[in-house]
């Protein structure tokens, strides 16, 4: 595999950030009348708190669209800036939606964008961690614990295709996931996690 020159790693990271930085779920709640999101429930801009407002299509425009930011920002940079930087623009897209310079670096946590990288590193390994958190929300109706469960088995679904680079940029971006979750983790030691459509300070 051939190292990556500066200016194509710097390309590839912008064009990841620039794109991951969009704050759909901003956008998408002002379009719906909710007006702005940051100040419903939890404050997050991802399609769970955008479910809180009552706004379904919204919720689920963001929750296709912050995937789609990830999914894009791999490809493009697959297609015109070659393998290597596909992976630097995955992590920038994830590090856009997590710290947007527009919303003064509070963004979102990074699930929806992160399902969008893993589905264009692999679309195996992806639809896998995507009917991962399906099941999981279907079991326990808790998006964060859905979430979480998740970014624990893209890495290892990575790991045995054999995807070993794939996996530990998965792995990296799973910890931050666990960072951002880190008082949705406390909730759901203490049992006070909201469910899936319920109103309350979760993800």
Do not use: C
Request: overall charge positive.
């Amino acid at each position: 595999m051939l190292a990556m020159t500066w200016p194509t790693t710097a390309l590839a990271l912008l064009l990841g950030y620039a794109l991951g930085s969009i704050p759909f779920g901003l956008l998408f709640s002002w379009a719906a009348g909710a007006g702005d999101i940051r100040k419903v429930g939890s404050g997050n801009i991802g399609a769970t708190n955008v479910l809180r407002t009552g706004k379904r299509w919204a919720a689920a425009a963001t929750l296709l669209f912050d995937g789609g930011k990830g999914l894009a920002a791999v490809l493009l940079a697959r297609r015109y800036l070659g393998a290597e930087a596909a992976l630097v623009a995955g992590f920038g897209a994830f590090t856009g939606h997590l710290f947007p310079v527009w919303l003064g670096f509070r963004g979102g946590k990074g699930v929806a964008t992160f399902l969008g990288i893993i589905l264009a590193l692999s679309p195996l390994a992806g639809v896998g961690t995507a009917l991962s958190w399906i099941a999981a929300a279907a079991i326990w109706r808790i998006s964060s614990l859905s979430a979480l469960i998740a970014a624990v088995l893209a890495p290892i679904y990575l790991l045995m295709l054999q995807q070993y680079q794939f996996a530990a940029l998965a792995a990296l971006l799973a910890i931050a996931i666990f960072a951002m979750h880190r008082d949705n983790i406390r909730r759901l030691l203490a049992g006070n996690e909201p469910r899936i459509g319920a109103t309350g300070a979760g993800s």
